[in-house]
Antibody
């Protein structure tokens, strides 16, 4: 079964850090770019970051660039999102997803909730 | 504010048809035939329902159809069923891996 399972969310104070993980199974992980998407309260879905198959190319939403780092471990078929200097506006459910060509996302995890609050 | 504009809500009775719009710009929806639609039941993983404007992944009922005209795409759900009640999001390819995809704000579909 093709599956993505996120973990690592939680409650963190402003300025704090969290590391999200996404375990992939059921498909050839190294065949795909991977992506993080978040759903913020009242704002719908938003692309956060994406990473190439070999991990050597990645891109970020302007508001998270310099604070978030996307990475992957192909040996462990896992995707990560290191989030530093967290802000209240980063509060969201974070999903990892697998993009088809032209970024239709055909596999999603169930999401992990990040709450940034004092 | 989301990049693509969707109505916040839509509704219909069982058996009826309902259409949900998704309006973008000439840089996203209007530029590419790469609009997707997702069904999301809260607490579950979003599910791809339509890709490349009108294609259905395997297993998606043909009651779900997609179309596009200019900068506006539409998802039509025909023969509404109770299990269709969910949030629906559209997305569009945005041109490159540097900023690859934009989403709509979502539409809550209620089956009356």
């Amino acid at each position: 079964e093709v599956q993505l399972v996120e973990s690592g969310g939680g409650l963190v104070q402003p300025g704090g850090s969290l590391r999200l993980s996404c375990a992939a199974s059921g498909f050839t992980f190294t065949d795909y770019w991977m992506i993080w998407v978040r759903q913020t309260p009242g704002k719908g879905l938003e692309w956060v970051a994406n990473i190439r198959q070999d991990g050597n190319e990645n891109y970020y939403l302007d508001s998270v660039r310099g604070r978030f780092t996307i990475s992957r471990d192909n040996a462990k078929t896992s995707l990560y999102l290191q989030m530093n200097s967290l802000r209240a506006e980063d509060t969201a459910v974070y999903y990892c997803a697998r993009p088809r060509p032209y970024y239709s996302l055909d596999v999603w995890g169930q999401g992990t909730t990040v709450t940034v609050s004092s | 504010q989301s990049a693509l504009t969707q109505p916040p809500s839509a509704s219909g009775s069982p058996g009826q048809s309902v259409a949900i719009s998704c309006t973008g710009t000439s840089s996203d929806v209007g530029a590419y035939n790469y609009v997707s639609w997702y069904q999301h039941h809260p607490g579950k993983a979003p599910k791809l329902m339509i890709y490349e404007v009108s294609k259905r992944p395997s297993g998606v009922p043909d009651r779900f159809s997609g179309s596009k005209s200019g900068n506006t795409a539409s998802l039509t759900v025909s023969g509404l069923q109770a299990e269709d009640e969910a949030d629906y999001y559209c997305s569009s390819y945005a041109g490159s891996n540097i900023s690859p995809v934009v989403f709509g704000g979502g539409t809550k579909l209620t089956v009356l």
